[in-house]
Each structure stands twice: as structure tokens, then as C-alpha cells.
């Protein structure tokens, strides 16, 4: 099985800045794609920013210039910064990742983290 520890969110003002971070841990043979969601109150879920086990990168166009998804692979983790933060942007962020288990490596599986809150106001 496979965990995933979101931390890093917080209070912020309108155009300040947080980061993200991700560590997935467990027994794990591969991690494909890994990616941010978010969802804010009364609202579905919505894909923020994924990256794929190469590097490429893509983005919401809400968030495109403002938030910037990196990984390091040598950590199992992933991270967001995000910029330029707007009170839209308030929602629980969660941590998702495409894994190749130990025990399963010929399919992938779909590990999710329980979630870290960001608050933009002021």
C-alpha cells in the first residue's frame, strides 16, 4: 500500500506565496504521473497541476504563469509553489499519485493524500 502526506498549507494574504509538498511512501516499484487537485467549499473537485515521471508539465489555465509543479524523484515527492495567490484559489489541496506497486508492477493505481487547507483572505 501507498501513503501520501500532503503538508505546507496555511494562512495567506492576496498575492502571497505557499509550497506544497507531497511525500509518497510505501511499497512502491514506480510512480508515474503525480498531480494536484484542489477543492473548495460547495465545489467538485478539479484538477490544478499534473507532471509526468519525465517532467512534463500541465496546468489549469486559471493558475497557468502563477503556480508551478515540480518533482524529485529521488524523494518520492512532489510540490506546488504557488504565487500571486487569490482568495479563488482558497480550497483543501490534495496529492495525487499514479503508482506501479511491489507486489502489482504491470498496472498502476491511483493513491490519493488526505488533504492540506489553503486560505487566501485578507
Known amino acids: 500500500q501507498v501513503q501520501l502526506v500532503e503538508s505546507g498549507g496555511g494562512f495567506v494574504q492576496p498575492g502571497g506565496s505557499l509550497r506544497l509538498s507531497c511525500a509518497a511512501s510505501?511499497?512502491?516499484?514506480?510512480?508515474?504521473?503525480m498531480g494536484w487537485y484542489r477543492q473548495a467549499a460547495g465545489k467538485e473537485r478539479e484538477l490544478v497541476a499534473q507532471i509526468g515521471s519525465a517532467g512534463s508539465t500541465k496546468y489549469v489555465d486559471f493558475v497557468k504563469g502563477r503556480f508551478t509543479i515540480s518533482r524529485d524523484n529521488a524523494k518520492n515527492t512532489v510540490y506546488l509553489r504557488m504565487n500571486s495567490l487569490k482568495p479563488d484559489d482558497t480550497a483543501v489541496y490534495y496529492c495525487?499519485?499514479?503508482?506501479?506497486?511491489?507486489?502489482?508492477?504491470?498496472?498502476?493505481?491511483?493513491?490519493w493524500g488526505q488533504g492540506t487547507q489553503v486560505t487566501v483572505s485578507s
Open positions: 495525487n499519485a499514479d503508482v506501479n506497486l511491489m507486489s502489482m508492477r504491470w498496472y498502476s493505481h491511483n493513491f
Open positions: 510505501g511499497s512502491i516499484f514506480k510512480i508515474n504521473t
